[in-house]
């Protein structure tokens, strides 16, 4: 893909670096995306479930190892929900300054 730039609108740094994702993993990325976006969700963001996962299996089959699978799902996940903690942690913080 081409990304067009001109002077006023330069690509930003993080595009420019943006890390390369080893063919490898590129099922393990879009199984995360499409298992996070099927989540369950309450009060707060909840962990992808193994029952998810096992769903994720039954409907798609294309795994060849699923004890790593299911190994790499899960540090995504715990990736996503730190950052999704700290999204809500600085939300709520700067909700609470705002009502002062």
Do not use: H
Request: glycine share 4%; with cysteine; net charge negative.
């Amino acid at each position: 893909m081409q990304i067009s730039q001109d002077a006023s609108n330069p690509i930003p740094t993080a595009i420019l670096n943006k890390p390369i994702l080893p063919g490898e993993l590129f099922d393990v990325w879009e199984a995360f995306w499409l298992l996070n976006s099927c989540r369950q969700s309450g009060f707060s963001v909840q962990p992808l479930s193994l029952q998810e996962i096992k769903a994720y299996f039954d409907i798609y089959g294309k795994v060849d190892d699923y004890e790593a699978f299911i190994e790499y799902i899960k540090q995504l996940d715990m990736l996503f929900l730190k950052k999704a903690k700290e999204e809500y942690d600085r939300n709520s913080n700067k909700s609470k300054n705002n009502k002062r």
